[in-house]
């Protein structure tokens, strides 16, 4: 964490001015590793590994040892009502960015993740990706999971990138973006982001607000955050067809109940199999559909036509076996994994006035949105 951080950090209930900085450890690049930030009440949030954190209740890590070691007295603290629930989710997202640290740093990874963000966000290369950000002065990105994207937001943004997560990928994040002098890291609940609202002018989410107990809630949680006239970018999980829907809800049912360890072994079926259907290389031409289960007519992809509408089986021969097995753990062990039609999502977007919105065709799993925060 940087000391100029400080004055655009306002936790929830608490003045901006009303934070202090006590440094404990400070390295050599000018990032406090080891601190407090204290309220006027004598309240402290802790620096920890160079971020700091705002964590509250259950969803706070243990800080018997923190304190002890800095002479500080352990506050208990309270959080929302919901945090037990999201506590959950964090279990499986922080082991995975504990453990995939390099997922998306790797030069093999950048033209699949940054050409589907070209997708997501309706553009046409990564020129004008780059172009994009180069566009924006404050971002907020929440859920950065290894940081590889905030990292290439800052390489490009000539303001301020932050990154938001509430699991352990905001010390992963750090630990991949430190170098960079216009990219900060806070540990939080996106719920309670510790920023006044109407301060960034692009909020991107993406694949993140369903992984809280309430996807709308969190929608309108950061919406609040983006300035007038600024843009937010979202991505959330389709609802699926009946086929996909029931093998998803049984084998969910079953994984969230393992050790991440344990759900990463089960993901190794799953995984071999869009792998060995991938490699046939084969498709088949359906002259008519199948509206029961949402599948149209025409040629079809066989490793597609499963992973669309039966099971995922992510397979892509960009990402080694792990990063492979990864993204199917990724979709079927967090305990909050919300689907949502288009027409669903339109209407959050309606009930806030938004009227310059777009969603862009990225993938048949998701719905990616853009949209533009009136003036007024």
């Known amino acids: 964490m940087r000391s100029s951080l400080i004055p655009e950090m306002q936790p929830v209930g608490l003045d901006t001015d ?117 566009s924006k002065k404050r971002i907020l990105e929440c859920g950065p999971g290894s940081g590889f994207n905030a990292r290439f937001m800052a390489s490009h943004c000539p303001g301020e990138v932050t990154a938001l997560d509430i699991s352990d990928a905001a010390f992963t994040t750090f630990g991949n973006t430190r170098h960079l002098p216009n990219c900060s890291v806070v540990q939080a609940d996106l719920m309670e982001a510790p920023f006044p609202d109407g301060h960034f002018d692009f909020v991107i989410a993406d694949g993140v607000l ?91 992809d066989v490793q597609r036509l499963v992973y669309y509408n039966f099971v995922k089986c992510f397979w892509n021969e960009a990402f080694d076996y792990e990063t492979n097995n990864l993204v199917n753990f990724d979709w079927y062990h967090p305990h909050n994994a919300w689907q949502h039609s288009e027409e669903e999502v339109r209407g959050w977007i309606d009930e806030l006035g938004v009227t310059e919105f777009a969603f862009n065709d990225s993938n048949p799993n998701g719905l990616s949105v853009l949209l533009t925060k009136p003036e007024n």
Not at 78 to 101: I, P, V
């Open 18 to 134: 009303s934070l202090e900085l006590e440094v404990f450890q400070e390295a050599e690049d000018g990032h406090i590793i080891e601190g407090v930030l204290r309220t006027k009440g004598d309240q402290w949030f802790p620096i920890m590994d160079g971020v700091p954190s705002f964590l509250q209740g259950v969803l706070q890590q243990d800080l018997s040892a923190f304190a002890s070691r800095n002479g500080l007295e352990t506050i208990r603290t309270e959080a929302r009502a919901e945090a037990a629930e999201q506590a959950k989710t964090n279990e499986t997202f922080s082991d995975k960015w504990r453990r995939f640290k390099n997922y998306g740093i790797e030069p093999a990874h950048e033209d699949f993740l940054f050409g589907w963000y070209c997708k997501k966000l309706g553009l046409d290369t990564q020129e004008d990706l780059k172009a994009f950000y180069r």
């Open 210 to 300: 369903h992984h809280t107990p309430n996807t709308k809630a969190a929608f309108e949680a950061l919406y609040k955050k983006v300035a007038p006239g600024g843009q937010f970018f979202f991505y959330v999980y389709r609802q699926m067809g009946p086929g996909r829907f029931f093998c998803d809800n049984h084998i969910r049912e079953s994984f969230t109940q393992l050790s991440p360890e344990e759900c990463y072994k089960e993901c190794e079926g799953l995984t071999e199999l869009g792998r060995e259907l991938s490699r046939l290389n084969a498709k088949i031409t359906l002259e008519k559909p199948i509206p029961s289960l949402g599948i149209p007519a025409g040629e079809h």
